[in-house]
């Protein structure tokens, strides 16, 4: 199974500031189609996942865009520009180009500083 | 708008069965794979399983083959999730979510609760 490794588990940043979170595979998320399947979800407190980014960097309808995904092969990164007080929660990142299983990482826990 | 609704969750006792549906809506359900992804209490996401579109492939978590069984009804747009011989280590919320991989729709998620 394709692991999936994410820092910082713990994230505290001041309102304002920006933010990154690094995700790494312990192997190539490049798809045979040339895709690469590597999402980006953000759970609120006592919400359900909400998709952010979809292959590597395209952002869903409704998504401000102080949010971006970028990478490739194993290492991608989410970053947000300027962190608002909506941002806290739980983001993980997952993979779907090696499956089944699909794996995430095991979480980076945003708060405000 | 495109909805799904869990149901069926509990308090079931090591051992025992329990059943969870998800109701879907709004989008041409025969169309898209569908999955069931849990969470543990205060732990991260793990995917469990998914369904094909007309239900000819199924997929599984090492840890809960031969235990989970996913299965849908098309004509009733729904999709459940049988889950026997259950252990404590599967108490968590079981979120339905659409899509191939789990993309923008998830469910609210229906908490299994699995203690004696």
Same mark, same amino acid.
């Given at each position: 199974?394709?692991? !999936?490794?994410?820092?910082?588990? $713990?994230?505290?940043?001041?309102?304002?500031?920006?933010? $990154?979170?690094?995700?790494?595979?312990?192997?190539?998320?490049?798809? $045979?189609?040339?895709?690469?399947?590597?999402?980006?979800?953000?759970?609120?407190?006592?919400? $359900?996942?909400?998709?952010? !980014?979809?292959?590597?960097?395209?952002?869903?309808?409704?998504?401000?865009?102080?949010?971006?995904?970028?990478?490739?092969?194993?290492?991608?990164?989410?970053? !947000?520009?300027?962190?608002?007080?909506?941002?806290?929660?739980?983001?993980?990142?997952?993979?779907?180009?090696?499956?089944?299983?699909?794996?995430?990482?095991?979480?980076?826990?945003?708060? !405000?500083? | 708008?495109?909805?799904?609704?869990?149901?069926?969750?509990?308090?079931?006792?090591?051992?025992?069965?329990? @059943?969870?549906?998800?109701?879907?809506?709004?989008?041409?359900?025969?169309?898209?794979?569908?999955?069931?992804?849990?969470?543990?209490?205060?732990?991260?996401?793990?995917?469990?399983?998914?369904?094909?579109?007309?239900?000819?492939?199924?997929?599984?978590?090492?840890?809960?083959?031969? @235990?989970?069984?996913?299965?849908?009804?098309?004509?009733?747009?729904?999709?459940?999730?049988?889950?026997?011989?259950?252990?404590?280590?599967?108490?968590?919320?079981?979120?339905?979510?659409?899509?191939?991989?789990?993309?923008?729709?998830?469910?609210?998620?229906?908490?299994?609760?699995?203690?004696?």
């Amino acid at each position: 199974d394709v692991v !999936i490794t994410q820092s910082p588990l $713990s994230l505290p940043v001041t309102l304002g500031q920006p933010a $990154s979170i690094s995700c790494r595979s312990s192997q190539s998320l490049v798809y $045979s189609d040339g895709n690469t399947y590597l999402n980006w979800f953000q759970q609120r407190p006592g919400q $359900s996942p909400r998709r952010l !980014i979809y292959k590597v960097s395209n952002r869903d309808s409704g998504v401000p865009d102080r949010f971006s995904g970028s990478g490739s092969g194993t290492d991608f990164t989410l970053e !947000i520009s300027r962190v608002e007080a909506e941002d806290v929660g739980v983001y993980y990142c997952m993979q779907g180009t090696h499956w089944p299983p699909y794996t995430f990482g095991q979480g980076t826990k945003l708060e !405000i500083k | 708008e495109v909805q799904l609704v869990e149901s069926g969750g509990g308090l079931v006792q090591p051992g025992g069965s329990l @059943r969870l549906s998800c109701a879907a809506s709004g989008f041409t359900f025969t169309t898209f794979w569908m999955n069931w992804v849990r969470q543990a209490p205060g732990k991260g996401l793990e995917w469990v399983a998914n369904i094909k579109e007309d239900g000819s492939e199924k997929y599984y978590v090492d840890s809960v083959k031969g @235990r989970f069984t996913i299965s849908r009804d098309n004509a009733k747009n729904s999709v459940d999730l049988q889950m026997n011989s259950l252990r404590g280590e599967d108490t968590a919320v079981y979120f339905c979510a659409r899509g191939n991989p789990p993309g923008r729709y998830w469910g609210q998620g229906a908490l299994v609760t699995v203690s004696s």
